[in-house]
């Protein structure tokens, strides 16, 4: 019923700049705490940004100053702004809604 359809990854160079999507589908996510998860080859699945309703935002301090998570929940999306990619951003990223719904992941490759 609930679907997170994640879009906009692909392969940047280092110091390029990409902004991911978060669709949802079958919920209304305007009262949802909502999050940007990665995971890179070998680590863990780590919180990269969060934001609740009315649009209060926090980062992971690796990327502070260089992410920026938005929503509009009137097109029950959100995004992912990300300047200043580095190598250490590859990952997959995931969107996430509350705390059980996940979306499949976009491929996020910087190359150096």
């Known amino acids: 019923q609930v679907q997170l359809v994640e879009s906009g990854g692909g392969l940047v160079q280092a110091g390029g700049s990409l902004r991911l999507s978060c669709a949802a589908s079958?919920?209304?996510?305007?009262?949802?705490?909502m999050a940007w998860y990665r995971q890179a080859p070998g680590k863990q699945r780590e919180l990269v940004a969060v934001?609740?309703?009315?649009?209060?935002?926090d980062y992971a301090d690796s990327v502070k100053g260089r992410f920026t998570i938005s929503r509009d929940d009137a097109k029950n999306t959100v995004y992912l702004q990300m300047y200043s990619l580095k190598p250490e951003d590859t990952a997959v990223y995931y969107c996430?809604?509350?705390?059980?719904?996940w979306g499949q992941g976009t491929q996020v490759t910087v190359s150096s």
């Open positions: 934001i609740i309703p009315g649009g209060k935002a």
């Open positions: 079958g919920t209304d996510i305007s009262v949802n705490v």
């Open positions: 996430k809604r509350g705390f059980n719904s």
